[in-house]
């Protein structure tokens, strides 16, 4: 169910992605509105659900992580939840399972990893083709990102 909001809900949502630390004195002043009513949208749109929480976005390759990539997989379950729950205990210090998705198409999950070396991912690679039900995977090397952040 949607729910309503106001071209100034929407603002504040685009300053929050935009540096999710910001004051709210500073986006107040920023779109002319007291801090208190900010403070007040800002709390509304967290108990309506609309904003879910802060996260910090981190720089993986300055930790080491030089490898980003996605791997596809195809698989035969009939209880998809059992099975990211499996894979995402596949994690190790040696490369990070950051995001599984659940995707329509012949391969019903993706992951996105972040490794040290291509060979940390050939050794995840073995071990999920070893798990029960992974007939096939597809990885792709991430070489570049960009990202838009949406105006409202």
Request: proline residues 1%; aromatic residues 8%; contains cysteine.
């Amino acid at each position: 169910m949607a729910i309503n909001v106001d071209k100034f809900d929407l603002q504040i949502l685009e300053a929050l992605l935009a540096d999710g630390r910001m004051s709210h004195e500073k986006i107040a002043s920023g779109l002319e509105l007291s801090r208190p009513t900010v403070h007040n949208r800002v709390k509304e749109l967290q108990r309506n659900g609309i904003i879910k929480n802060y996260t910090t976005v981190i720089d993986w390759e300055k930790l080491g992580y030089g490898i980003d990539a996605f791997i596809l997989l195809r698989l035969e379950t009939t209880d998809f939840n059992e099975t990211i729950r499996k894979i995402l205990a596949m994690s190790t210090s040696d490369f990070v399972i950051e995001k599984v998705y659940r995707v329509t198409g012949e391969n019903c999950i993706m992951l996105r990893i972040k490794a040290h070396n291509t060979s940390e991912i050939r050794v995840f690679h073995d071990a999920l083709l070893q798990k029960e039900g992974v007939i096939e995977t597809n990885t792709m090397f991430i070489l570049q990102e960009e990202g838009q952040l949406p105006s409202f």
